[in-house]
């Protein structure tokens, strides 16, 4: 195909201005990176720090030696893995009735549950009834709420929708119940939506701090993502109101330990981002599609 | 014989389909139960905004106080504020948001080289997968004093910005940031859409002599209409909303006065044990995100005649 000189202009201008952002999108995390594996003065040193010129480990070594932070790890893989696995098998059961056609009052039970995507009674009468439930400094408080979420219904039920009714007709000639069929026909037929919806409460759960601030107070079961704050956020906005901008002589934390705090954190999903980013996208376009 | 079979048929049939319900409710109820226990019964909950509360009668013993919380509400030195401010920073966020994900998506998908093309992609998402606790420490470095942001300023001579605590760039940096975190992610959903468009349309209209200007102005952005209805109809759904995430943990109290939200002031008067207040102003959130999107989409409906809507 041939090309205008206006059109191979512009492709030159595209190639080059989406590099540009694509390197926008990166330099932050380099940076945190190449922050988080200097010496305190290299880096206190203005610069663009791509990467460290003075190295040193021991803004990791501090980080890691800190028990808040290891007990913070512990607790936030427990609730990524006990949410996540809870996560999946309650959308499965709650997706798959919907998916059947025999299911009385299918539209009005969809409805139900997909009017809680545009209507929720927020964040006071959300806490009150966590707290009535006596779920104040328990695991469960960072794990029920969330345990369902209308949209992985949704895209569940989308999924499930698309497996021919033929097939569980025939299992439930050979006299298989609906469990059954979930379990051995449906579910093992849907492992890219399982995938999805494992992927995203998973990195949900990694990523939540807010329910964690508001439901626990005993810093023995408190998350990562909170220690991550205290670090990094409440130092950085005490020095701000003090008008301090070197962080090294004033006894706040430092930013080489900020960034290694950082670096730990999203170290995780760093390590899962190829398949993350595979199933993410099919999940989006799953979610596209109208109940 | 044709007609013993189907009798047969019914006969198997009709019995397990009776069992068959009785495991689907089994499925059912629980799942109804818990959004109502979860999501309903704290839109009942709401009451606590027409109650004068206090901790020790609960919410249904708490003495009736009709729309008291609200006048007090809208009464307050502060609340008028925190509506525009919330108001200001969604709209910015809306007109300068919108459509960066609409012309990545279109720029990505003028790119020939395809590996390339995916790892922009692929990095253009990555910011989207981390919390605003991680973002907002990385932007607080990045935007401080003496961090690389004002180092460029330098750079281009001259004097360095006050960032994080200056009213007009905090919210710069705010709505800049907020773009960058989402912008690749949006597209993805607009370059699902594209991969939907029949490529005939492209051959017919190269054939007519169409440049991909016009191509992408007549059939690329029509495509796209429908899902950017959708997208837009389900942001103005949010528009009280601002980016709680985000700005709980970059704001400080120099910027207080422009970025307290919504949010950010029902959580202060939680915390302060104001909880029919807080609730009165989580109520006022909740409802007007409900008519506006629900308004958004009946109009939508009524002026494309029901071709475009989301439910």
Same mark, same amino acid.
């Given at each position: 195909m041939k090309q205008t000189a206006g059109e191979k202009l512009f492709n030159g201008f595209n190639i080059v201005f989406l590099g540009g952002l694509a390197l926008l999108c990166l330099y932050p995390f380099l940076y945190t990176l190449s922050l988080s594996f200097s010496t305190a003065a290299e880096a206190n *040193?203005?610069? +663009?720090? +791509?990467?460290?010129r003075a190295v040193s480990l021991a803004s990791y070594q501090m980080v890691l030696s800190n028990p808040d932070i290891l007990r913070g790890y512990v607790n936030t893989i427990t609730r990524t893995l006990l949410g996540t696995a809870l996560t999946l098998v309650a959308t499965c059961v709650a997706a798959y009735p919907l998916a *059947?056609?025999?299911?009385?009052h299918r539209s009005a039970i969809t409805f139900f549950i997909v009017f809680t995507m545009i209507f929720s009674g927020g964040l006071v009468p959300g806490y009150l009834l966590i707290k009535n439930l006596g779920l104040i400094n328990s695991i469960w408080a960072l794990i029920i709420p969330t345990l369902i979420t209308a949209f992985n219904v949704i895209i569940m039920k989308n999924f499930f929708d698309a497996i021919p009714e033929s097939l569980a007709e025939s299992a439930r000639i050979d006299g298989a119940n609906e469990w059954s069929i979930l379990f051995r026909i449906y579910i093992p037929l849907s492992k890219p939506v399982l995938a999805t919806v494992a992927l995203w409460t998973a990195v949900m759960h990694w990523n939540s701090w807010f329910d964690a601030m508001l439901y626990i107070t005993d810093d023995r079961k408190q998350v990562l993502q909170t220690f991550l704050q205290r670090i990094v956020i409440e130092s950085s906005t005490q020095m701000m109101e003090l008008g301090i901008t070197n962080s090294s002589v004033t006894g706040f934390t430092t930013e080489t330990v900020k960034a290694a705090t950082i670096i730990l954190t999203i170290l995780p999903i760093i390590c899962i981002y190829p398949f993350l980013q595979k199933y993410f996208v099919k999940g989006v376009m799953m979610g596209g599609v109208k109940e | 014989m044709t007609d013993s079979t189907h009798s047969r048929r019914k006969k198997i049939s009709l019995l397990p389909r009776g069992r068959c319900n009785i495991d689907l409710w089994l499925m059912t109820v629980p799942v109804v139960l818990f959004f109502l226990i979860f999501n309903y019964i704290p839109m009942a909950g709401m009451v606590i905004a027409f109650k004068d509360y206090n901790l020790g009668d609960g919410i249904l013993h708490s003495a009736w106080a009709g729309m008291e919380n609200f006048v007090r509400l809208f009464g307050s030195s502060d609340f008028p504020n925190v509506i525009r401010n919330t108001l200001t920073i969604s709209l910015l966020r809306l007109s300068f948001g919108f459509f960066a994900p609409v012309i990545l998506a279109l720029m990505l998908n003028e790119l020939r080289q395809q590996v390339y093309k995916r790892v922009i992609q692929t990095l253009s998402y990555l910011p989207y997968f981390f919390s605003w606790v991680i973002l907002s420490g990385i932007f607080l470095m990045l935007f401080s004093g003496s961090g690389p942001a004002n180092m460029f300023i330098k750079l281009l001579g001259a004097k360095p910005v006050a960032f994080l605590t200056n009213d007009v760039w905090f919210i710069t940096v705010l709505i800049a940031t907020g773009i960058w975190q989402s912008a690749g992610w949006g597209a993805v959903i607009y370059l699902a859409a594209l991969s939907g468009i029949n490529p005939v349309l492209y051959e017919a209209a190269t054939i007519d002599g169409a440049t991909r200007w016009q191509q992408m102005l007549t059939i690329t952005l029509p495509c796209l209409a429908p899902t950017m209805v959708t997208l837009f109809i389900l942001s103005l759904g949010g528009i009280l909303t601002a980016g709680f995430d985000q700005i709980y943990n970059m704001y400080n109290p120099l910027v207080y006065n422009v970025s307290d939200i919504i949010d950010t002031y029902v959580l202060r008067r939680m915390m302060d044990l104001d909880m029919d207040l807080a609730a009165a102003a989580g109520m006022f959130k909740s409802v007007v995100g409900l008519i506006l999107i629900v308004g958004a989409n009946t109009l939508s409906k009524k002026l494309t005649q029901g071709e475009q809507s989301v439910w």
């Amino acid at each position: 195909m041939k090309q205008t000189a206006g059109e191979k202009l512009f492709n030159g201008f595209n190639i080059v201005f989406l590099g540009g952002l694509a390197l926008l999108c990166l330099y932050p995390f380099l940076y945190t990176l190449s922050l988080s594996f200097s010496t305190a003065a290299e880096a206190n *040193r203005e610069g +663009f720090h +791509f990467f460290p010129r003075a190295v040193s480990l021991a803004s990791y070594q501090m980080v890691l030696s800190n028990p808040d932070i290891l007990r913070g790890y512990v607790n936030t893989i427990t609730r990524t893995l006990l949410g996540t696995a809870l996560t999946l098998v309650a959308t499965c059961v709650a997706a798959y009735p919907l998916a *059947r056609k025999n299911l009385p009052h299918r539209s009005a039970i969809t409805f139900f549950i997909v009017f809680t995507m545009i209507f929720s009674g927020g964040l006071v009468p959300g806490y009150l009834l966590i707290k009535n439930l006596g779920l104040i400094n328990s695991i469960w408080a960072l794990i029920i709420p969330t345990l369902i979420t209308a949209f992985n219904v949704i895209i569940m039920k989308n999924f499930f929708d698309a497996i021919p009714e033929s097939l569980a007709e025939s299992a439930r000639i050979d006299g298989a119940n609906e469990w059954s069929i979930l379990f051995r026909i449906y579910i093992p037929l849907s492992k890219p939506v399982l995938a999805t919806v494992a992927l995203w409460t998973a990195v949900m759960h990694w990523n939540s701090w807010f329910d964690a601030m508001l439901y626990i107070t005993d810093d023995r079961k408190q998350v990562l993502q909170t220690f991550l704050q205290r670090i990094v956020i409440e130092s950085s906005t005490q020095m701000m109101e003090l008008g301090i901008t070197n962080s090294s002589v004033t006894g706040f934390t430092t930013e080489t330990v900020k960034a290694a705090t950082i670096i730990l954190t999203i170290l995780p999903i760093i390590c899962i981002y190829p398949f993350l980013q595979k199933y993410f996208v099919k999940g989006v376009m799953m979610g596209g599609v109208k109940e | 014989m044709t007609d013993s079979t189907h009798s047969r048929r019914k006969k198997i049939s009709l019995l397990p389909r009776g069992r068959c319900n009785i495991d689907l409710w089994l499925m059912t109820v629980p799942v109804v139960l818990f959004f109502l226990i979860f999501n309903y019964i704290p839109m009942a909950g709401m009451v606590i905004a027409f109650k004068d509360y206090n901790l020790g009668d609960g919410i249904l013993h708490s003495a009736w106080a009709g729309m008291e919380n609200f006048v007090r509400l809208f009464g307050s030195s502060d609340f008028p504020n925190v509506i525009r401010n919330t108001l200001t920073i969604s709209l910015l966020r809306l007109s300068f948001g919108f459509f960066a994900p609409v012309i990545l998506a279109l720029m990505l998908n003028e790119l020939r080289q395809q590996v390339y093309k995916r790892v922009i992609q692929t990095l253009s998402y990555l910011p989207y997968f981390f919390s605003w606790v991680i973002l907002s420490g990385i932007f607080l470095m990045l935007f401080s004093g003496s961090g690389p942001a004002n180092m460029f300023i330098k750079l281009l001579g001259a004097k360095p910005v006050a960032f994080l605590t200056n009213d007009v760039w905090f919210i710069t940096v705010l709505i800049a940031t907020g773009i960058w975190q989402s912008a690749g992610w949006g597209a993805v959903i607009y370059l699902a859409a594209l991969s939907g468009i029949n490529p005939v349309l492209y051959e017919a209209a190269t054939i007519d002599g169409a440049t991909r200007w016009q191509q992408m102005l007549t059939i690329t952005l029509p495509c796209l209409a429908p899902t950017m209805v959708t997208l837009f109809i389900l942001s103005l759904g949010g528009i009280l909303t601002a980016g709680f995430d985000q700005i709980y943990n970059m704001y400080n109290p120099l910027v207080y006065n422009v970025s307290d939200i919504i949010d950010t002031y029902v959580l202060r008067r939680m915390m302060d044990l104001d909880m029919d207040l807080a609730a009165a102003a989580g109520m006022f959130k909740s409802v007007v995100g409900l008519i506006l999107i629900v308004g958004a989409n009946t109009l939508s409906k009524k002026l494309t005649q029901g071709e475009q809507s989301v439910w």
